[in-house]
C-alpha cells in the first residue's frame, strides 16, 4: 500500500489541514491536527525521566520516560511503542506530542490500549546533562547510524526488561511498534531488521539512510559501512514480516552524508522490488506491508507530527495479519 503526496501540493496523509485549497501556505507547512492538542480525554501517566547505564554501551547514560494509558492493566498487556529521541517526542510544545496524540487515540478507540518508553541516544558522561534540553546527547550518531546490532540488544536485552518488571507489555511483534525521526528513524529499522520477533512494525520519519556511519577503511582499520547500504541490503536479504511507514520530504537534506529524500525513496524502490521479486529470487515467504508519504519539508518533524495520528492507526488497523 502506498500514497504519494506531492510536493508541489503539500498535502498531508488524512487532508483535513488542507481542505480550502485557497490557503496560503510554504513548502513545509503542515500544521497539526487536532488530535495532536490536549482534549478533555484521560491521560496517561508519564514516569519519568529516569537514568539508564547500559552495559552494552559503557561509559554512558540516557534518560527514558515511560507512558502508561489511562486504562492500563498489568493483566491484560497492552501493545508497545519505542520512540527515539524522546526528549523531543514528548516536548508538548513540539511537533511530534507523542504522548498527546495517544491520549486521543485510545480515549476514541482509534488505537489499542498502548505502553510507551521515549529514550534519548546515550551521553558519554556519568549523568545526563540538565542542559541538553531538546539537543543531541554526544553518543547519539554512534548509536543510532551504526548497522551493528549494539543498539538493538541495548534495548531489548536491557531496557525493556526493566522497564516491563513495573509495567508488563505484550511479547507479540505484531503488537509492537519501534519509531523516530532522522537517525532516529534509521535506528528503528535497524532494531526491527535485526529483530524482527521482537518489533513487527517500524515508523520511519525523514530518515538518515545515509553514509553518516560509515567509515572508510584505513591501513590499520576495517572498512565499516553506513546506512547508504540498506537498499542494496533489503534486495538481497530474505524478507522480514514487517509493517513499515516512511515519511520524507523533497526539501531534505543534501550534504556530505548523502541526500535524505533520495534514500528514503531507494528504500521505498528496494521494498517495493523485493515484494515483487520474492519467488524468482526465494526471498519470501513473507512480504513488506509498506506505505509511504513524500512531502515538501525540509529536515523537520512537521510533516510527520502532522500525520501521526493516521499513522498510528494505520499501524495498528488490525489486531492481526
Given at each position: 500500500?502506498?500514497?504519494?503526496?506531492?510536493?508541489?501540493?503539500?498535502?498531508?496523509?488524512?487532508?483535513?489541514?488542507?481542505?480550502?485549497?485557497?490557503?496560503?501556505?510554504?513548502?513545509?507547512?503542515?500544521?497539526?491536527?487536532?488530535?495532536?492538542?490536549?482534549?478533555?480525554?484521560?491521560?496517561?501517566?508519564?514516569?519519568?525521566?529516569?537514568?539508564?547505564?547500559?552495559?552494552?554501551?559503557?561509559?554512558?547514560?540516557?534518560?527514558?520516560?515511560?507512558?502508561?494509558?489511562?486504562?492500563?492493566?498489568?493483566?491484560?498487556?497492552?501493545?508497545?511503542?519505542?520512540?527515539?529521541?524522546?526528549?523531543?517526542?514528548?516536548?508538548?510544545?513540539?511537533?511530534?506530542?507523542?504522548?498527546?496524540?495517544?491520549?486521543?487515540?485510545?480515549?476514541?478507540?482509534?488505537?489499542?490500549?498502548?505502553?510507551?518508553?521515549?529514550?534519548?541516544p546515550g551521553n558519554?558522561?556519568?549523568?545526563?546533562?540538565?542542559?541538553?534540553?531538546?539537543?543531541?546527547?554526544?553518543?547519539?550518531?554512534?548509536?543510532?547510524?551504526?548497522?551493528?546490532?549494539?543498539?538493538?540488544?541495548?534495548?531489548?536485552?536491557?531496557?525493556?526488561?526493566?522497564?516491563?518488571?513495573?509495567?508488563?507489555?505484550?511479547?507479540?511483534?505484531?503488537?509492537?511498534?519501534?519509531?523516530?525521526?532522522?537517525?532516529?528513524?534509521?535506528?528503528?529499522?535497524?532494531?526491527?531488521?535485526?529483530?524482527?520477533?521482537?518489533?513487527?512494525?517500524?515508523?520511519?520519519?525523514?530518515?538518515?539512510?545515509?553514509?553518516?556511519?560509515?567509515?572508510?577503511?584505513?591501513?590499520?582499520?576495517?572498512?565499516?559501512?553506513?546506512?547508504?547500504?540498506?537498499?542494496?541490503?533489503?534486495?538481497?536479504?530474505?524478507?522480514?514480516?514487517?509493517?513499515?511507514?516512511?515519511?520524507?520530504?523533497?526539501?531534505?537534506?543534501?550534504n556530505e552524508h548523502?541526500?535524505?529524500?533520495?534514500?528514503?525513496?531507494?528504500m521505498v524502490k528496494?521494498?517495493?522490488?523485493?515484494?515483487?521479486?520474492?519467488?524468482?529470487?526465494?526471498?519470501?515467504?513473507?512480504?513488506?506491508?509498506?506505505?509511504?508519504?513524500?512531502?515538501?519539508?525540509?529536515?523537520?518533524?512537521?510533516?510527520?507530527?502532522?500525520?501521526?495520528?493516521?499513522?498510528?492507526?494505520?499501524?495498528?488497523?488490525?489486531?492481526?495479519?
Amino acid at each position: 500500500m502506498k500514497i504519494f503526496i506531492a510536493a508541489a501540493i503539500g498535502l498531508c496523509l488524512a487532508l483535513p489541514a488542507f481542505a480550502d485549497e485557497a490557503r496560503t501556505r510554504t513548502p513545509g507547512d503542515y500544521p497539526l491536527t487536532a488530535e495532536s492538542q490536549v482534549k478533555a480525554v484521560p491521560h496517561g501517566q508519564i514516569i519519568g525521566p529516569v537514568e539508564f547505564h547500559s552495559k552494552i554501551f559503557p561509559g554512558t547514560v540516557r534518560r527514558y520516560w515511560v507512558y502508561v494509558s489511562a486504562g492500563y492493566t498489568a493483566d491484560n498487556p497492552p501493545n508497545l511503542l519505542v520512540f527515539q529521541d524522546g526528549q523531543r517526542a514528548l516536548n508538548p510544545d513540539g511537533p511530534l506530542r507523542v504522548n498527546t496524540v495517544l491520549d486521543n487515540l485510545i480515549a476514541d478507540g482509534s488505537i489499542p490500549q498502548t505502553l510507551a518508553i521515549f529514550i534519548t541516544p546515550g551521553n558519554l558522561s556519568a549523568h545526563y546533562p540538565d542542559n541538553l534540553g531538546m539537543g543531541n546527547p554526544d553518543h547519539r550518531a554512534e548509536e543510532y547510524d551504526a548497522l551493528s546490532d549494539d543498539y538493538g540488544r541495548m534495548l531489548i536485552d536491557e531496557l525493556l526488561p526493566e522497564v516491563a518488571k513495573a509495567h508488563p507489555f505484550t511479547n507479540d511483534p505484531k503488537r509492537r511498534v519501534i519509531g523516530g525521526t532522522s537517525s532516529g528513524a534509521i535506528a528503528a529499522f535497524t532494531v526491527a531488521w535485526n529483530h524482527p520477533d521482537a518489533f513487527g512494525n517500524v515508523i520511519s520519519l525523514i530518515g538518515s539512510y545515509t553514509s553518516i556511519g560509515m567509515h572508510p577503511a584505513t591501513a590499520t582499520t576495517p572498512f565499516i559501512p553506513g546506512g547508504d547500504t540498506y537498499p542494496g541490503l533489503i534486495r538481497k536479504s530474505k524478507i522480514r514480516p514487517l509493517r513499515i511507514f516512511m515519511q520524507d520530504g523533497s526539501n531534505d537534506l543534501d550534504n556530505e552524508h548523502g541526500n535524505w529524500f533520495l534514500s528514503s525513496q531507494q528504500m521505498v524502490k528496494s521494498f517495493e522490488w523485493a515484494n515483487a521479486n520474492a519467488d524468482q529470487w526465494s526471498l519470501g515467504p513473507a512480504r513488506y506491508d509498506l506505505k509511504y508519504v513524500w512531502g515538501d519539508g525540509g529536515h523537520s518533524d512537521q510533516h510527520g507530527g502532522s500525520m501521526l495520528p493516521d499513522i498510528l492507526r494505520w499501524i495498528w488497523r488490525d489486531d492481526a495479519r
